[in-house]
């Protein structure tokens, strides 16, 4: 049986970094844990704990990347929601058999040892989704 | 000191309510707990929950309302985040004196008890913050 566990991030695209720290970090109180450049991403991320889940602001670094081109569309939003999975190649078999339009068909490795994948938003009723393994 | 507990819930907007809740409950596995009318917020919503949180699936169900005309211009997407807080008194006071643009000064209450306020995307980078208060 798939199964979600919770939600692992919500994911932010901000304009300026240390003003959306500012909000979230000095006005609402939520603790920052780390900041991080992800170059390879063209981006620079913070992460702040809230519960079991984390906030993720995303300040892209270049001009030309994905993620600069949806801010410059969209302008300072909300970006994809992150759900941790117990089992992301069985729910990743799952999409396919339901042809359910997917940005990695295979999961990637990050920085951490998590498993991740993209759901294009066209597969998931406009919203980005991505699916997280954790190492265990 | 001001605090947030954890994500209450990530509210979706969606243009076919049952397609939406086939991908998020049979395609994703994420059982669904009840859908309800909202005939003053002119939305039919459903919930399901996540680990601590729930992701909130809103249908609007007339033309003319603000999320009707959200999802006009903006399509499907992820609409609003909204945070559980300890004191949302308290935080709306901080809010002001920070000059935080609001939607609702004073907490509204809802259908289950939950007293709720709305920042404005203008002041809060973009994002669209509910602050919920659950009752003891």
Sequence with gaps: MLKVKRIDHIAILVEDLDEALSFW????GVELTFVEDLPEEHAKV?????????????KPTTED????KYLAKHGPSLHHI????EDIEG??????E????LINKTPLT????E?????????????LVELYELPE
Excluded: N, W
């Excluded at 913070?46 to 995303?58: D, K, N, Q, R, T």
């Design 82 to 85: 992150c759900l941790e999975v």
């Design 110 to 113: 990050g920085s951490r040892g």
């Design 25 to 28: 970090s000095d006005t609402l």
């Design 98 to 101: 339901q042809s359910v339009q």
């Design 65 to 68: 990347s994905g993620l600069a």
């Design 115 to 127: 498993r991740y994948a993209f759901i294009h938003p066209k597969g998931a009723h406009g919203v």
């Design 46 to 58: 913070a992460f702040l704990p809230v519960g079991e889940s984390e906030v993720e602001l995303i």
């Design 91 to 96: 729910m990743l078999e799952g999409l396919k």
